[in-house]
């Protein structure tokens, strides 16, 4: 963005479509201001949240899947995502704003890397979700003690090494285990997973890539949801 763009000069269209740019190019402080700006024109944080950045995330996203964007660019998106999220995320709780959903992720145990799991966890939150990371080499009982804490929609678990990936299914079965299974969508993903692997462990879905996790997150959640309502008005 131009140094002599004054972003009190653009309508609320042209500033939200201002910040939408500035997310995709990145930059942090150009989206600080713009969030400053639509607070003192009276504008919600939940609606500068969702029209402004969880807008201008999906279109990162898109373009992150299509690979338009690669990993550095979608950091740095993600980045100035959090600026953003850091001024409203206080407001946000005053208002009791409405969460798309809870997700608690981390990568599995003897396993170490990070990179990935960390994409998904700045892209969750660009859509909207509270994201708990519990870090890397997390044993079962990590995801069992965050699941009783923080009770989220979502578990999700990552996996970069061969020899790591059968561990998702120790975790997997612990909740059969315990009957709690289906009370989580269970979300997996790691350079050496695929599909056929998620499906055999029991896993709800398998995501190639960050952009992947927030629309398989909705659309499983959004399922769910509407499954439970039924059985509410049946």
């Known amino acids: 963005m131009s140094d002599d763009l004054d972003l009190n000069s653009l309508s609320d269209e042209d500033l939200v479509a201002q910040m939408h740019d500035d997310l995709y190019d990145g930059l942090k402080e150009e989206i600080e201001a713009a969030v400053h700006v639509l607070l003192g024109r009276k504008w919600t944080p939940y609606d500068i ?29 993600a980045n100035a995502m959090k600026a953003g999220m850091a001024i409203l995320r206080p407001l946000l ?39 708990i990371n519990l870090g890397i080499n997390n044993p079962v009982e ?30 997997i079965d612990t909740l059969k285990e315990k009957g709690i299974r289906n009370d989580y969508v269970v979300l997996v993903g790691g350079a050496p997973l695929n599909e056929a692997f998620a499906n055999a462990i029991g896993a709800d879905a398998y995501c190639r890539d960050a952009a992947v996790a927030v629309e398989t997150a909705k659309a499983l959640l959004a399922r769910r949801q509407g499954s439970v309502q039924q059985r509410a008005t049946a």
């Open 49 to 77: 949240l969702t029209q402004a950045l969880v807008e201008g995330m999906r279109i990162v996203g898109v373009d992150f899947r299509d690979g338009i964007l690669f990993v550095p660019e979608v950091l740095l998106s």
């Open 93 to 131: 709780a005053e208002t009791g704003a409405p969460k798309v959903g809870k997700m608690i992720i981390g990568t599995v145990k003897g396993d170490i890397h990070d990179i990935g799991k960390n994409l998904v966890c700045m892209m969750m939150e660009g859509a909207g979700f509270e994201v």
């Open 142 to 171: 990590n995801f069992l003690k965050a699941i009783e804490e923080h009770q989220p929609d979502i578990i999700g678990m990552s996996a970069l090494l061969t020899t790591t990936m059968p561990y998702m299914k120790v975790v």
